[in-house]
């Protein structure tokens, strides 16, 4: 089965993940500046297409270039996979995943998360001010919740917790 992933990578952990699945699945990966100066016909071939981006006020970066073209890929096996400094098991990663394809999207494609981190050294200024500035806030919030509290701690300083085992439902979903 031939399979492509294109992905949008700010600090290298949606890279990484694209590379992780590239391997497993035998697939062709680039990123989405190279995908976009390809023909549409590129795509004919391939069986499956998985667009991987990394999230940005609940949102998946770049996203638009893979729902856009949806509706013309609906006979393949389609995936996005959005990549996040949230664990998994957060509430809200499912309420994201859910915002990511309308319900007809849903019909043809589906959504995944998988935890990557955050790497203040390797982010561009705006991003990083941004994310000092939200870390902040959520410290400073007097009626945080404990989550809020460690969630604020957590995004202070940057870490990695991706996992190369976080790829395993979209491996399994493209392979079924």
Known sequence: MKTIIVYASQTG????????????????VLPVAEAKKKDDNFFDSAESIVYAGWAMAGKIVKSEWFTNRIPQWKGKKLALVCVGAS?????????????????????????????????????????KLAMKAFAS?????????????EMGEMISHSYDIADKKFIEPIVDYIRE
């Open 87 to 127: 664990p998994n098991e957060l509430p809200e990663v499912e309420e994201a995943l859910h915002s990511a394809l309308t319900d007809e999207e849903r019909n043809y494609a589906k959504a995944f998360y998988c935890q990557g981190g955050i790497a203040y050294d390797k982010m561009k200024l705006p991003a």
């Open 137 to 149: 806030m959520v410290r400073k919030k007097k009626d945080a919740t404990p989550q809020e509290k």
């Open 13 to 28: 952990f949606t890279k990484r993940y694209a590379e992780w699945l590239g391997e497993e699945l035998g697939a062709d």
